[in-house]
């Protein structure tokens, strides 16, 4: 069974930093990783998605990395601001399934 | 694109109703659509599986006559809590599935039930 680790679990930073969000998964055998925000009380919205055959991804401040072989994904972001204050989540697409199976998310703040 | 949209938003009942929550693809038609529960700093847990036209997949400990799922178009599926309790308060997030998709899951904003 697949299990999704997000490291750290909670992280408090001033504005400016640059961030680094770790998710590891036990099973290598993926398909996609997508990574989400969910800000409190409301939805997801999808980040970045790697797919099957890339390593990584950018947007904006965004740039997440994906290594099947070790089992891990980070997620990088620059420059961070108050706005970005959020839970990230990262979701794992085992081999031939579209369901995903999600960490507990990394809770971001980052204060002025 | 691929907009998925849920109604009511959020929702208090008594305890013993029975609460309707809907999920809709708005530019696009579902191959399948899922329904999943996410408790305060948890992660999102998938509850069942449906498929439009036919029986939903429930995942092992979910009730099925407790959670009732209707999926009767490729653009509607409900999720019926009934008899609800106030352990059934929760957040309860549906996503899609489109074949012509990036083979992800695009996801509703959530609902929040109180059950009081």
């Known amino acids: 069974k697949q299990e999704v680790t997000q490291i750290p679990a909670a992280l408090s930073v001033p504005e400016g930093e640059n961030l680094v969000l770790n998710c590891s998964f036990t099973d290598s055998a993926i398909y996609n990783l997508q990574w989400f925000r969910q800000d409190p009380g409301k939805g997801l919205t999808s980040l970045l998605l790697i797919q099957s055959s890339q390593r990584e991804q950018t947007s904006g401040r965004l740039n997440a990395s994906l290594d099947k072989s070790s089992g891990r994904s980070t997620l990088y972001i620059a420059a961070s601001q108050p706005g970005d204050s959020a839970t990230y989540l990262c979701a794992v697409y085992p081999g031939g399934s579209y369901i995903p199976t999600f960490g507990r998310g990394t809770s971001l703040i980052v204060h002025p | 694109g691929a907009v998925v949209s849920q109604h009511p938003s959020w929702v208090i009942c008594k305890s013993g109703t029975s609460v309707k929550i809907e999920c809709r693809s708005l530019?696009?038609?579902?191959?399948?659509m899922f329904w999943y529960r996410q408790f305060p700093k948890q992660s999102l847990m998938l509850m069942a599986t449906?498929?439009?036209?036919?029986?939903?997949?429930?995942e092992q400990g979910v009730e099925k006559d407790k959670f009732l799922i209707n999926h009767a178009s490729l653009t509607l599926s409900t999720l019926t809590v009934t008899s609800a309790h106030p352990e059934d308060s929760s957040f309860y997030i549906c996503s899609a599935y489109t074949e012509r998709g990036k083979e992800t899951q695009y996801f509703g904003p959530g609902t929040r039930l109180l059950v009081l």
């Open positions: 530019d696009f038609q579902a191959t399948t």
């Open positions: 449906s498929n439009e036209g036919s029986k939903a997949t429930y």
